[in-house]
């Protein structure tokens, strides 16, 4: 694959959520600020055994709970109305996405998760792809704040379940 020399920049992210079933939403006015914390091969936590002070091996001894990730949005209205669904109705499970379902299998619980697939537009900068983060079951909040123009900060936790929680391209 041919890889674009042009950094990326803000107008060149989307990112999108969807719930289980049918339910998508693009995220509108935001800052272009996503970060994800603490990737690392395989998510698995480390342990470090010691004599005396001194390291001697290290195990993998468990996966990571959760994948961390935060970005901002402009305040459009925190909730939207029955038929045009905002960021807080992903969030708080309001609105268009009351009937959303959650991206973790019924059979492992009631959390409500969702997918967030982030995409960094290279195919027209040169590239033979775009560029594309997912993280599946994805549990969210969000805060609110006044302000020119007002902000929902959203954080969030990619939670490590199965193998298919976390897909790089």
Same mark, same amino acid.
């Given at each position: 694959? /041919?890889?674009? &020399?042009?950094? =990326? *920049?803000?107008? +060149? !992210?989307?990112?999108?959520? #969807? $719930?289980? /079933?049918?339910? &998508?939403?693009? =995220? *509108?006015?935001? +800052? !272009?600020?996503?970060?994800? #914390? $603490?990737?690392?091969?395989?998510?698995?936590?480390?342990?470090?055994?010691?004599?005396?002070?001194?390291?001697?091996?290290?195990?993998?001894?468990?996966?990571?709970?959760?994948?961390?990730?935060?970005?901002?949005?402009?305040?459009?209205?925190?909730?939207?109305?029955?038929?045009?669904?905002?960021?807080?109705?992903?969030?708080?499970?309001?609105?268009?996405?009351?009937?959303?379902?959650?991206?973790?299998?019924?059979?492992?619980?009631?959390?409500?998760?969702?997918?967030?697939?982030?995409?960094?537009?290279?195919?027209?900068?040169?590239?033979?792809?775009?560029?594309?983060?997912?993280?599946?079951?994805?549990?969210?909040?969000?805060?609110?704040?006044?302000?020119?123009?007002?902000?929902?900060?959203?954080?969030?936790?990619?939670?490590?379940?199965?193998?298919?929680?976390?897909?790089?391209?």
């Amino acid at each position: 694959m /041919a890889l674009a &020399t042009t950094p =990326l *920049v803000p107008k +060149d !992210g989307t990112i999108v959520f #969807s $719930d289980g /079933a049918a339910l &998508t939403y693009t =995220l *509108v006015y935001e +800052d !272009g600020d996503l970060q994800v #914390s $603490d990737l690392k091969e395989s998510q698995w936590v480390t342990q470090v055994f010691k004599d005396r002070g001194i390291p001697y091996s290290a195990r993998d001894v468990e996966r990571d709970e959760a994948i961390e990730f935060s970005f901002t949005a402009h305040a459009i209205g925190v909730v939207g109305d029955n038929t045009t669904a905002t960021i807080g109705d992903v969030v708080m499970r309001l609105k268009v996405w009351a009937a959303a379902t959650s991206t973790m299998p019924a059979s492992t619980g009631d959390v409500y998760t969702v997918q967030l697939a982030w995409t960094g537009e290279r195919t027209d900068l040169g590239a033979t792809a775009d560029t594309t983060l997912t993280l599946k079951y994805c549990r969210l909040s969000m805060d609110f704040a006044e302000g020119v123009p007002g902000k929902i900060s959203v954080k969030g936790r990619a939670i490590c379940y199965s193998t298919d929680y976390l897909t790089v391209s």
